[in-house]
């Protein structure tokens, strides 16, 4: 008999919810099959077999949450008994336990991608991996802590020390006061919000998930960290809009039917080219100048947001794109994205233009420089020279890191957008 | 008066030597002061000639059991002058070893005893000279490295009496080996002579206050510890109090209360490893105002002792009494003095004993560590499984390891086994790296190796333990 673990997807990861299982009692299982699926924070992760042979039992049935990394989820039984490894025991003294050769004991099954969620930023930080894990445990982001160790390690004292930091200040004003969920992740109180005055049993609280959590802190983190700024333009996209019509005519038969959305994309992704000094992150050794225009999308799922990315969408066609961007979606919706096609984007955009909104204002996706937010295209009143004209307008905003992007780089970038959105032909130059 | 050197440190044991040189490598002129040998308790008297006697009876005891390898020897003796000679050899030649280390790195080595006066920025250093008269030197940091000495309790008669009545010292250069012998007190020192002289055939009795035998070990590496001694047939009195121990004409006499009841035992010698006292006299420390405490004398987390100028390091300066303690706060010492930023004076301190089996240990206990409010998480692996120790025929022992469940991190490991003290070291790293269970688990171990146990350990310690 053979144990299969709940594998650790990452080295952080603690449990994780056995969301599906692909075996029933009695199939045969060859290495490298995929048995079952594993939900973490962001990403449904696939199981694979390590050892052959016949499912014996099922041991955490699917849709289990709170499944511990190194928990016996299945057993299975060899056709023909597996041989006990090298060393048996001597049979010299009583031993304490049994002295019978286990064969083959619990191998954990390994696993594909392991997922990186939690790197805080894109430089690497040096922490101990006992630092690395308190700091997760606690919430606590590492890019802001100083090290104390060797060349500035940052080790288990510092996170510790860190912990204690003074919380954001309280109640905000009473305008555009921002959720705040992280100032509230403290270990497991929950008469936090009673002693803000809200009342025991007025309300459900509804436990933070993983995907909550990161969000949480990394917005926090941004939002707090990183010195940003709005910068807000309106842009025609009658002629836009005209494109579009004849490139789906001629897509039609492919099966494409490119968006909005889509063709911001490449928009994005040429006015990154335009204006490199845009597509560039911060990071404390330098600034990074990406080389390509790697554009995450953010994608609204059930309970939460994941932003899949378009990669070198600079040198994609729009047929690419729309299809690429499609097929991301629909897997962001059913959380079966791998690791490498969530993080790592340089440059992210939002739009909430179908909800009907006007223009907002997003955090920064650290660690890149920029955000655009994209508003709804409806006709507005506009002036022509004299003249009062109806056109169809879009108003985007961008928002900047101004430790690398400042005004003007962020206001030629727009315009460089502008460019393209207005007269979608040149992008074609 | 202009500062003759920017250090003086004053005892030349793994504490003195050290640092002196470490402060000749910054850059400092140096000078240490030593009244003795160079080298101190560890290269003449403790760690190093032990080690060699050890070594001796070690080779002596596996003779007897030459067959169980298909090999055999005419009839096992041993020459105890020749032992005990070679011992001296080797601390002779490390002592030289010592010298010339002072030499290539230009430290000024002052041969005589040392007393400390008022000064600043630090306090003068006046000694009186091996070659006779006095020198008075002013630094403008002395670092105190002036070690320890076998504690003594003559109330009772736990004292040396220059004849049967030994401390370490005595027990290092007998003339003959005792038919019998008691040893009183079962740290470390106490049970490597035990271990020593019943190699070579003594009918050793080995007394212990407290209720098991080497009391800072983790409880199961203490039983384990006695079980295996006993086999080779030491004898022991656990939670038995010494009330007198007196010289008789024909050898020793003990009087024991154990439980109520009383006992006296009689050898031919006895051995007093009682513990350590710090050598804290005669050095015009009250003068100065150096707080001290039980024998030791107090510092911070940098070795001052809060007087201007005045650090403490190693055996003086307080517990645990081992070598690399004392070289460690050395190296933290100086570099402080020097404004380098030094290793972590907190780093975890492994220690050994050096007995048939060792015994080696790093970190808390399991006890300690559930006293410390952790939430354990435990793993274990017997040598009596590990292929490397089968074909050794060393399969005595374990390696237990303890983790805190919340984090991983490893909070301590203790091993008892074969060479077990070459291995603690691997243990050590880790806890000073801060790695967590993830990383021991993932390092590999060399096939076939007592090492091998030490991962096994880990694996099992989270329910993964393969080869049992
Ligand atoms: C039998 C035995 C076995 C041991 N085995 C081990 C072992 O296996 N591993 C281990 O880690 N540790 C072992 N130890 C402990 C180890 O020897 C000590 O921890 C170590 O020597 C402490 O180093 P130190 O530099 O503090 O002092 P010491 O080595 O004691 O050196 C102090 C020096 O200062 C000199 N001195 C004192 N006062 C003055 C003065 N006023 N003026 C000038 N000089 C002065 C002394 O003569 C001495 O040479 C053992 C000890 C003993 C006794």
Redesign the interface.
């Known amino acids: 008999m053979t144990d299969i ?1 709940m594998p ?1 997807l990452s ?1 952080t990861m603690e449990e994780g919810t056995l969301a599906k299982w692909n075996v029933k009692i009695g199939d045969v299982v060859k290495s490298g099959d995929v048995i079952a699926e594993i939900e973490t924070d962001k990403a449904t992760m696939e199981v694979e077999a390590v050892d052959e042979g016949i499912v014996d039992a099922i041991l955490v049935p699917a849709g289990t949450a709170g499944v511990k990394v ?1 928990t016996a989820i299945a057993r299975l039984r060899g056709e023909d008994e597996a041989a006990a ?6 049979k ?2 009583a ?3 049994p002295a019978v ?2 064969p083959a ?2 191998k ?1 099954v390994a696993a594909p991608a392991p997922v990186a969620a939690k790197a805080d930023g894109a430089s690497r930080v040096f922490a ?4 690395r ?2 700091a997760d ?1 606690k919430q606590v982001s590492l890019s802001g802590i100083t090290g104390s ?1 060797p060349h500035g390690r940052i ?2 004292a510092d996170v510790e020390n860190a912990k204690s930091a003074p919380a954001p200040a309280a109640a905000a004003p009473a305008a555009a006061a921002p959720p705040k969920p992280a100032a509230t992740a403290a270990s497991g109180q929950i008469p936090m919000i009673e002693q803000m005055g809200i009342p025991a049993g007025s309300y459900d609280l509804v436990p933070l998930d993983a995907m909550k959590k990161v969000i949480a802190r990394r917005m926090t983190g941004s939002f707090r960290d990183v010195p940003h700024f709005p910068l807000t333009i309106d842009l025609e996209i009658d002629r836009l809009l005209d494109a579009r019509g004849r490139i789906n005519a001629a897509l039609e038969k492919q099966g494409v039917k490119v968006s909005v959305n889509d063709i911001v994309i490449k928009a994005v992704a040429l006015a990154l080219k335009a204006v490199p000094d845009a597509n560039a992150s911060y990071t404390p050794e330098g600034i990074a100048m990406h080389h390509h225009a790697d554009v995450a999308v953010a994608v609204a799922i059930d309970g939460g947001l994941i932003t899949p990315i378009v990669r070198a969408a600079e040198g994609r066609t729009l047929a690419d794109i729309s299809k690429t961007m499609k097929d991301l979606a629909e897997r962001a919706r059913t959380r079966k994205l791998k690791a490498e096609e969530f993080q790592g984007g340089t440059f992210s955009v939002s739009n909430l233009g179908m909800m009907g909104i006007k223009s907002f204002n997003s955090i920064i996706n650290e660690p890149q420089g920029c955000i655009l937010s994209v508003g709804v295209g409806e006709k507005r009143p506009v002036v022509r020279g004299d003249q009062l004209a109806i056109a169809t307008v879009m108003t985007v905003t961008l928002t900047c890191d101004h430790r690398v992007v400042d005004g003007a780089i962020g206001a030629r970038w727009l315009q460089a957008f502008k460019g393209f959105i207005e007269d979608p032909v040149t992008m074609l130059a | 008066m202009a500062l003759d050197f920017d250090l003086i440190v004053i005892g030349s044991g793994p504490g003195g030597y050290v640092a002196a040189i470490r402060a000749a490598q910054l850059g400092l002129k140096t000078a240490i002061v030593e009244r003795e040998l160079l080298g101190g308790v560890c290269l003449n008297w403790g760690c190093i000639p032990t080690k060699a006697l050890l070594k001796s009876g070690e080779v002596f005891e596996q003779l007897s059991h030459l067959g169980d390898y298909g090999l055999g020897v005419e009839k096992p003796s041993f020459d105890f002058e020749k032992i005990v000679a070679r011992s001296r050899g080797v601390a002779k030649q490390l002592n030289q070893g010592v010298a010339y280390l002072m030499k290539k790195h230009k430290i000024e080595v002052i041969e005589g005893e040392a007393r400390l006066e008022k000064g600043s920025p630090s306090p003068k250093v006046v000694v009186a000279l091996k070659a006779g008269g006095a020198r008075t030197v002013q630094a403008k940091s002395v670092i105190l490295a002036t070690g320890a000495r076998a504690k003594v309790i003559p109330a009772i008669g736990l004292a040396p009496d220059g004849d049967r009545i030994w401390t370490y010292r005595e027990a290092l250069t007998p003339k003959a080996c005792p038919k019998s012998l008691l040893v009183v007190g079962s740290g470390a020192i106490g049970v490597e002579f035990a271990s020593f002289y019943r190699a070579l055939g003594s009918d050793v009795t080995v007394i212990e206050a407290l209720d098991r035998i080497l009391p800072v070990e983790d409880e199961e590496v203490s039983k384990a510890a006695q079980k295996a001694f006993e086999k080779r047939g030491l004898k022991f009195r656990i939670g038995a109090k010494v009330t007198k121990l007196a010289a008789t004409k024909s050898g020793v006499k003990i009087d024991l209360e154990s439980g109520g009841k009383s006992e006296v035992l009689t050898a031919e010698r006895a051995i007093v490893a009682v513990g350590i006292d710090g050598n804290v006299e005669n050095l015009g420390l009250e003068t100065l105002g150096v707080k001290l405490d039980r024998g030791h004398v107090v510092i911070d987390s940098h070795c001052a002792t809060g007087v201007a100028g005045l650090y403490a390091i190693g055996d003086v300066a307080g517990a645990p009494w081992l070598a690399h303690k004392a070289s460690h706060e050395a190296i933290h010492c100086v570099e402080h003095i020097a404004g380098v930023a030094g290793p972590d004076i907190a780093a975890p301190i492994p220690g050994c004993t050096y007995a048939q089996p060792q015994i080696a240990s790093v970190g808390l206990t399991e006890a300690f560590a559930k006293k410390a409010g952790h939430e354990v998480k435990v793993g274990r692996f017997p040598f009596r499984v590990n292929g490397k120790a089968i074909a050794s025929g060393e399969l005595e022992g374990f390696v237990k390891t303890v983790f805190d469940a919340k984090t991983g991190q490893l909070l301590g490991a203790h091993m008892i086994g074969g060479e077990v003290t070459e291995m603690i070291q691997g243990f050590a790293l880790a806890m000073t790296m801060e790695t967590t269970e993830a990383e021991l688990m993932a390092t590999v171990f060399p096939h076939p190796t007592m090492s091998e146990a030490m991962h096994e350990s880990v694996l099992d310690a989270y329910g993964r333990v393969l080869h049992l």
Do not use: F, Q, T, W
Request: charged share 15%; glycine share 4%.
């Open positions: 673990l650790a080295p190194n490894p090298a060393a048996a025991p001597a010299a003294e031993p304490a336990s050769p286990a004991a619990a954990p101990s991996p006992l630092a894990r308190i445990e160790g080790v288990k």
